[in-house]
Nanobody, 122 residues
Framework: QVQAMESGGGSVQAGGSLKLSCIITGYIFRSCGMAWYRQTPGKEREIVAR???????GYAASVKGRFTIFKDHGLYTLNLQMDSLKTEDTGTYYC????????????????WGQGTQVSVSS
């Protein structure tokens, strides 16, 4: 059974930093590419950062150079270091499979964790 538990969100001023973490079901963590998604009111959920099963990262243009995605294999944890935060980074952040591997899409299904809220003020 897939489970993901996000944490680390909070309220910061623009220019500040936060580190998000997500504990993921072990077999998914080992086998699948993973991603951090952001959702804001009235907008589709979007990928802001992804990391392949083998550790290759990728970033949305809006966060490149400011966010770093990385995995802690010992703890089955997906992390997102967010620096130089901007007001437009505000939203609810979720972790999930990045959808690139059919097996992972099937296993993950429609599951979403509770997310973690990030609020950046000017």
């Amino acid at each position: 059974q897939v489970q993901a538990m996000e944490s680390g969100g909070g309220s910061v001023q623009a220019g500040g930093s936060l580190k998000l973490s997500c504990i993921i079901t072990g077999y998914i963590f080992r086998s699948c590419g993973m991603a951090w998604y952001r959702q804001t009111p009235g907008k589709e959920r979007e990928i802001v950062a992804r990391i392949s099963r083998t550790g290759t990262p990728g970033y949305a243009a809006s966060v490149k150079g400011r966010f770093t995605i990385f995995k802690d294999h010992g703890l089955y944890t997906l992390n997102l270091q967010m620096d130089s935060l901007k007001t437009e980074d505000t939203g609810t952040y979720y972790c999930a499979t990045d959808g690139t591997i059919p097996y992972c899409r099937a296993e993950w299904g429609d599951y979403w964790g509770q997310g973690t809220q990030v609020s950046v003020s000017s």
